[in-house]
């Protein structure tokens, strides 16, 4: 045993608490980095990527990135993900101090402004956990319950020195497609930082991921799995475990699935066995809600027990640490959906399962015997007819395929089970002029935006979360939920919810409203993604059966400590004493250089921080002066960046960055990359990018012959800005003449000019820097508020 | 820079105007990647500095590169054993290096439909997967044809308007036709032009008359071919093409792939996004009947720009091109006009080419130029004011019955005529169309005239809420400074909520079952103010004098129900009293007059009409507000007693003005016993000779202050005892 794999060992041990590592743990952390893990289910995938991310951090492996970011299907692999993972990073703190290095912090990425703080953090190791709607929507710009001018932002930081692992990929869907394709635009755009992907999986099949711009890379990909010495005896012990498999008596067709549930739970009782646990799984949580309610009249003695991912997490966490627990005398039936498949420990003496397709099988059968602790096991499957009015969520030809498999088959031991060889599911896309379309964010005035939703689920999986709260004595400065409030709901459930009233009350849900700080009734029908509070009273869920859009009863709300929202982007800052213009961008310059040496940009480092220093020149237009200058005594002589002032300006919609880009173009135009320099300037609030425009609603000056944009007019006078003794923006007559399509006098127009950039430098580069003059401008804002207070 | 105009494009017929585009992306896609391209006058210039007339035309016989357009989902597409094959087959195998792209993506077509297991057509669901199957795997190069042929938004294919149903459309099959034309025009296997080529060429690029066409189909780009009313202005001879123009012209069509989006978000049905197509709407489209509403399909609107611009920029455009109006998505043409303005100011359009896609002929739909749209200099405020009407969905909603299959006739004409204007309003003036001010007094008789009939129906009362609030700006922009608007003004203001304030008896419930609930208006089919109705405007005036005069009593005398947020001058009133003016005219404005805040004030105006008679002067006092009476021509506090003029509505309404039951005399007596002072001589009401229902609605005509006073002047003296200056 090397030095080396002792090193690792250790770590492993006391980070994890587990037993030493499997042979194939080890080859993961020691060996390059495969493109592929292909592991069975239940020998510790997480563990072996999380343990050897973090000892190649300790040894500083160039090709290991800072991010890990780890992308599940599901919510409740989320959860269980991000404590396993934070437990084991507050384990390896001393591993990591001891090298004077920062240890990884865990972040959950659930929407809202709670999953922020590690954006501003980009030279710190991270392990970003979340569900694939928020970290593929995040991957393609329209990050889902965010503010929309942070999107850039959280595109960069995923892109750049990122390090995608992709789990449970039998349950992602057309985000398998995605993170594919994602990969390979990464290799082909030039990032700013290397990013990585792996894709790990128990029943992987490598055509899934044979999508047309990442199959000559895939095909040389290598892939890590099992080899002899890891066939130890606990391994084969799972890969052995007996597990007899055959067809249920019951059968779901088009003509009982009335009866279908007492069908179903008497036979379920009758082979259930006292002492045991027995796991029913069906496809459906109407049909898990339902023969879980039948299993009271035909196993009254059994323990019983409904999983499904329709739970607050709250009741879900006591579910997971019931199914924990040995089961009592009489044993325990439980009664799952789909949610069972991944990640969820348990494991049984007989399993029922509906028809599925075979990759989900697969999994299913992993909950049966699953330590080969049992002598015997039993599984036995249900039929489920190709009839469309049953067969959902799942396509006859995926149940057909998956039939004909099974009815030769008398055993389901992992050992003798054949390889998934499923085609992929057809669905769209993502090419790269579609990524490259998305890379523009424009203030989007109607709410409408490409949609990425394709790119990321299927059409039917769409969620939104929902929480109960009691809303009889105030709406709309509820605290922001916590994480045991949040249930996920599908978007069409939640609709027909909505739709019906109860009492002759109107059911209503309420969004939280960033702008206005406060919560806000649903307007029109609920979208992908939302965040949504109900009202308690109105009923739709209970402790026993998840949400149920028909429970009428009042819902429990949960206790506890809770805050109120923060607006996003709010005044985090602006509350303070006032702070001089020149002094505010000599600080974002200082900050920007002092970014670029921590995340090592050498190549980009002086427009970064050239943009740093001009990035709030615009502020010295007389409509941002007014605006902080209104509620001083005495107005001083010089711009300010900062005031305690708080007010609208006296022109709508008034963007200064736009002003500072136009003030910088105006005296630097032609110089070297003065057109990036101009975009990062004008991007640092994610409001102006691409394009430019004036917004519909906008006041225009009174000459009719005057240009305007965003609050800005044409011949606007900004006055001579001194940045200490660095530099001197001389007085600028503003000019708006680029805003029009077509070369003109003032050379190119401006979406000309950002067109070119993002072709030369591509969309992964761009963003990153654009992302580091914002990260420098909320640093060192911040530090200047902390000593300001 | 080379300037290399291309007098064989123009904007239209459409046909022309792709194949400006077609050029300009085929040379900035290959040669010349810097080219710019714009229109001065109808002519489409290309500006190069690599190529000249003479390059450009060797660029395309020799160099030029044919985008792969296939469409193997379509029957006739040349991938079924029955399609004609005499360009797929060639083009298939061919070793020249110009196709070898093309032949690429042929044979990842016939993989498709191999894998797919299809050996016809397509339908539904298998179509869909189909696509979903080409959109994934095809190189990048061939995505944008794809994409202008047709998207996927979520699980339905949907079809931009611009090549029929994805490259089909009724009997022509874009894609084989395609394939058919470049066979003609090139040897697939040493990629060398034919002869014709060489001779057709000129004919495309500069117009120069073409020897001998070919047959071929060039389907709804090119109605004239077709043998429509512009069969000259076109091309010419009926279905005889030349290949080029067919070619160049899908060429330039992919340029709109470019921006071919989905839209998220699930509050309105999956869209297809598709640059400056909305859907169709009859405004403004002049020959167009309603009829052809229902069989267009869609209308697109064409930018013509004047600044030199590179194709990387006219793609950016067009993605924009997604036209949004306010915080909502452009829909139709009415919504378009109103929103372009505003992108065409920002971005140096000039105007827009409009094109409605109509179905004519069998399935076939033919791309029927409609108007140019010219991009005012700047959104004018006046249009501005349009947005008032989109609150609480009102346009919307109403467009939408009014378009509805069941519609009545007489809502449908409204509402196309409401439409036509609001469109004129947003099209700006110039060139002799009606000033904006003319727009705004039509949009203002027709909401009147709307509302009005939606009131009165109880199905359109459920669906179309009543007119939104305007500002007051509509009445001062509408203004024409004649007496009867003048006049209509001052009636509509009266006891209108004024400066921002909510007050009881407002106009607009006397002309329609309104009510005012909160600071919106609903819908009161109880209403017992809604008097007005069809006929006259003296019998209407009279049934709100006295309808408003029983609603004061109810209230017990609160406040006075000759308040008014406007009043006129003593000419206009003068006018109307003498008959002078057009009643139908006031009729017609008031009800919509009455929809709008009523203006501090309206620009003074001159007038030539007589003054106005004694008979006025003594019966004025009771119709105004007792403030106006008070510390000037009554005692202090003698006007809140002030009598109520019911007893002079009646015998006015009767006709009975002067002898001893007269209203003459009636008001003499009463102004004494109130306080009002009267002179000694003459001792009675002066004689008068006039219609007395008219001198009734005249007298309810709200006045501006001083007029009042100087009219009152004329008979009454102004108390002598209280003095504001004593103290």
Redesign the interface.
């Known amino acids: 045993m090397g030095e080396k794999q002792m090193a690792f060992d250790t770590l492993f041990q006391q980070t994890t608490g587990l037993q030493a590592p499997y042979p194939y743990q080890r080859r993961l952390a020691q060996e390059p980095w495969p493109g592929l893990l292909e592991v069975p289910t239940g020998l510790g995938k997480t563990a072996a990527v999380v343990l050897a991310w973090m000892y190649k951090r300790l040894h500083g492996d160039p090709d290991t990135p800072r991010r890990l970011v780890y992308c599940l299907p599901m919510r409740v692999l989320v959860e269980q993900t991000a404590d396993n993972a934070a437990r084991w990073a507050e384990a390896a703190t001393p591993w990591f101090a001891e090298r004077g290095l920062t240890p990884p912090a865990v972040h959950v990425l659930m929407g809202g402004d709670a999953d922020a703080e590690w954006a501003e953090r980009p030279e710190d190791p991270a392990i970003l956990v979340g569900t694939q709607d928020m970290l593929l929507s995040r991957a393609l710009m329209r990050g889902y319950g965010m503010s929309r001018f942070v999107w850039p932002v959280h595109f960069a930081l995923l892109h750049n020195d990122a390090f995608w692992i992709f789990d449970e990929l039998q349950l992602m869907g057309p985000g398998l497609a995605t993170s594919a394709q994602l990969e390979a635009f990464r290799r082909r755009l030039d990032t700013g930082k290397g990013s990585r992907s792996l894709w790990m999986s128990a029943t992987l099949n490598r055509d899934w991921l044979a999508t047309v711009d990442f199959r000559n890379d895939l095909a040389e990909s290598a892939a890590l799995a099992l080899s002899a010495t890891d066939r130890t005896e606990a391994v084969s012990r799972r890969l052995e475990a007996p597990k007899s498999l055959s067809r249920a008596a019951t059968a779901l067709t088009a003509n009982n699935p009335k009866d279908y549930p007492a069908e179903l739970a008497a036979e379920v009782a009758a082979a259930h066995r006292s002492g045991k646990t027995t796991l029913v799984v069906v496809n459906t949580v109407a049909r898990a809600q339902a023969v879980h309610d039948a299993l009271a009249d035909h196993a009254p003695d059994a323990e019983r027990l409904l999983v499904h991912s329709r739970f607050r997490a709250a009741e879900r966490r006591a579910q997971e640490e019931h199914l924990r627990a040995p089961p009592g005398e009489t044993g325990r039936i439980v009664v799952a959906t789909q949610a069972v498949e991944a990640g969820v420990d348990v494991t049984s003496a007989v399993l029922f399962t509906e028809l599925a397709p075979w990759s989900s099988l697969v999994q299913r059968f992993g909950r049966c015997n699953r330590y080969g602790e049992e002598a015997e096991a039993w599984i036995r499957w249900v039929d489920v007819a190709s009839d469309k009015t049953v067969r959902p969520p799942y396509e006859a030809a995926d149940l057909d395929h998956a039939r004909s498999r099974l009815e030769g088959l008398d055993s389901a031991s992992p050992g003798t089970l054949p390889a998934t060889d499923t085609a992929a599911p057809y669905t769209q896309v993502l090419r790269r002029p579609d990524l490259l379309a998305l890379f523009n964010t424009d203030p989007d005035l109607s709410g409408f935006d490409v949609d990425v939703s394709p790119y990321i689920r299927d059409a039917d999986e769409m969620d939104v979360q929902v929480f109960w709260r009691d809303l009889s004595e105030d709406v709309a400065y509820q605290p922001e939920p916590r994480r045991e409030e949040l249930c996920r709901a599908p978007v069409g459930q939640v609709r027909d919810y909505l739709r019906k009233a109860v009492k002759k009350q109107e059911r209503r849900a309420y969004h939280w409203d960033a702008l206005a700080g406060r919560w806000i009734r649903l307007q029109g029908d609920p979208r992908p993604g939302m965040m949504l509070m109900l009202d308690a009273g109105l009923g739709g869920y209970t402790a026993e059966r998840g949400f149920d859009p028909a429970a009428r009863k009042p819902v429990p709300v949960l206790g506890g400590e809770q805050e109120e929202p923060e607006s996003v982007g709010g005044d985090r800052w602006s509350r303070q004493g006032s702070l001089g213009l020149d002094r505010h961008l000599m600080d974002v310059e200082d900050e920007a250089l002092r970014l670029c040496d921590a995340v090592e940009e050498d190549h980009f480092r002086v427009p970064v921080a050239r943009a740093g220093r001009w990035h709030d020149v615009g502020k010295a237009h007389p409509v941002f002066q007014q605006t902080l200058t209104a509620c001083l005594e005495q107005a001083p002589s010089t711009p300010l960046a900062k005031s305690p002032c708080a007010g609208r300006h006296a022109r709508p919609y008034f963007r200064h960055e736009l002003a500072s880009a136009l003030a910088w173009l105006d005296q630097h135009d032609g110089e070297s990359q003065a057109d990036l320099i101009a975009y990062l300037i004008a991007a640092h609030h994610g409001k102006v990018r691409l394009g430019l425009r004036a917004l519909p609603d906008e006041q225009p000056p009174e000459d009719p012959e005057r240009r305007y944009a965003r609050g800005v007019w044409e011949g606007d006078e900004l006055p001579e800005v001194a940045i200490g003794n660095r530099d001197r923006s001389a007085p600028v007559t503003v000019s708006l003449e680029r805003m029009t399509l077509g070369e003109g006098p003032e050379g190119a127009s401006w979406s000309t000019r950002t067109a070119r950039l993002l072709e030369e430098l591509g969309p992964f580069r761009l963003a990153w820097l654009e992302a580091l003059v914002r990260i420098a401008d909320w640093r060192a804002s911040r530090s200047e508020q902390e000593e300001g207070a | 820079m080379k300037r290399i105009p291309l007098p064989g494009c123009a904007p239209t017929p459409l046909a022309r105007y792709l194949k400006a585009l077609g050029v300009l992306r085929l040379v900035a896609e290959g040669p010349d990647p810097e080219a ?1 391209g ?1 229109w001065q006058g109808d002519e489409f210039v290309l500006e190069s500095a690599r190529l000249d007339a003479q390059e450009l035309e060797r660029f395309l016989l020799h160099d030029y590169v044919p985008t792969p357009i296939v469409a193997p989902w379509n029957g006739g597409s040349g991938f079924y054993p029955k399609d004609r094959k005499d360009g797929i087959e060639p083009l298939g195998g061919a070793q020249a290096r110009r196709f070898a792209p093309y032949a690429e993506v042929i044979g990842l077509g016939f993989e498709a439909l191999a894998a797919a297991a299809l050996e016809t057509s397509p339908k539904d669901e298998e179509k869909a ?1 189909l696509l ?2 080409l ?4 190189p ?1 190069y061939a ?2 044809a794809l994409d202008a042929g047709v998207v ?4 339905d294919p949907r079809y931009p308007p611009l090549f029929g149903t994805g490259w089909n459309d009724g009997r022509l099959e874009f894609s084989n036709n395609f394939m058919q034309r470049l066979v003609e025009l090139f040897d697939p296997d040493s990629g060398a032009p034919s002869t014709v080529a060489e001779q057709w060429l000129p004919g495309a690029l500069w117009g120069e008359p073409t020897p001998g066409l070919t047959k071929g189909a060039i389907g709804q780009f090119a109605p004239g071919n077709a043998g429509g009313p512009n069969a000259s202005v076109g091309f010419e001879g009926a279905s005889l093409i030349n290949p080029w123009d067919f070619v160049l012209m899908l060429e330039g069509g992919l340029l709109f792939a ?2 071919a ?7 309105e049905a ?1 869209a297809m ?1 598709f640059p400056f197509t909305v859907r169709p709407t009859r405004a403004g489209s002049g020959s167009a009947s309603g009829a052809e509403e229902g069989s267009s399909r869609a209308e697109m609107w064409l930018p013509l ?1 004047e ?4 194709y ?6 067009l ?2 091109g ?1 036209a ?6 452009a829909r139709d043409g009415l919504d378009f006009a109103r ?1 372009v303005a ?2 065409g ?5 000039r105007a827009f080419q409009r094109y409605a896609f109509v179905q004519r002929s069998g399935k076939a739909f033919l791309a029927a130029p409609l108007d140019r749209f010219p991009v005012p ?3 004018s ?1 006046v249009a501005g004011l349009l ?1 008032d009407l989109d609150r609480h969905g009102f346009l919307d909603r109403l467009r939408g019955q009014a378009r509805g299959k069941d519609a009545p006739g007489r809502l449908q004409s409204l509402v196309r005529r409401l439409e036509d204007a609001i469109y004129g309003l947003a099209r700006g003036n110039g060139n002799g169309r009606p000033a904006a001010g003319q727009r705004l007094r039509e949009i203002l008789v027709l909401l009147g005239r709307l509302q009005a009939y939606v009131g009165h129906s109880p199905s359109l009362r459920e669906r179309v809420p009543p007119v939104p609030v305007l500002r007051s700006d509509w009445a001062v922009a509408a203004d024409d400074g004649s007496p009867e608007f003048h006049v209509a003004a001052a009636l509509a203001s009266l006891l209108q909520p004024s400066a921002g304030e909510l007050s009881a008896l407002p106009m607009r419930a006397f002309l329609a079952p309104v009510v005012l609930a909160g600071n919106r208006w609903e819908w009161d089919p109880e209403s017992r103010t809604a008097v007005w109705g069809e006929g006259d405007l003296l019998r209407n005036l009279l049934a709100v004098l006295e309808r408003r005069l029983l609603e004061w009593r109810w209230r017990e005398h609160a406040g006075s129900p000759f308040q008014a947020g406007l009043r006129a001058d003593a000419g206009s009133v003068a006018a109307f009293l003498a008959g002078e003016t057009d009643d139908d005219r006031i009729a017609e404005l008031l009800p919509g007059l009455a929809l709008a805040w009523p203006p501090e004030s309206l620009p003074a105006r001159e007038s030539a009409a007589p003054p106005l008679p004694v008979a006025f002067s003594v019966l004025k006092p009771f119709f105004v507000p007792g403030s106006l009476l008070a510390g000037k021509w009554l005692p202090a506090g003698r006007e809140c007693a002030f009598p109520d003029a019911g007893p002079l509505v009646a015998k006015l309404q009767a006709g009975a003005l002067e002898g001893g039951q007269g209203a003459l005399p009636t008001a003499w007596r009463m102004a004494r016993g109130a306080g009002l002072s009267l002179p000694e001589t003459p001792g009675s009401p002066p004689a008068a000779n006039m219609d007395s229902q008219r001198l009734a609605a005249a007298l309810l005509v709200p006045m501006n202050v001083q007029d009042t006073n100087v009219v009152l002047g004329k008979i009454y003296r102004k108390p002598e005892v209280t003095h504001e200056h004593t103290g």
């Open positions: 710019l714009y997967d979903a199957r959109r994934g795997q095809l990048e995505l944008q996927l938004a979520g699980e470019a921006a989006t989905r839209r998220l978000e699930s509050h999956a996004s720009w600044r030199p611009a590179s990387a920029e006219l793609r950016g455009l993605v924009e997604r949004t109006l306010g915080r909502r998505p929103s505003g992108l100011v920002d971005r140096g359009i200099d700047r959104p405020e947005a």
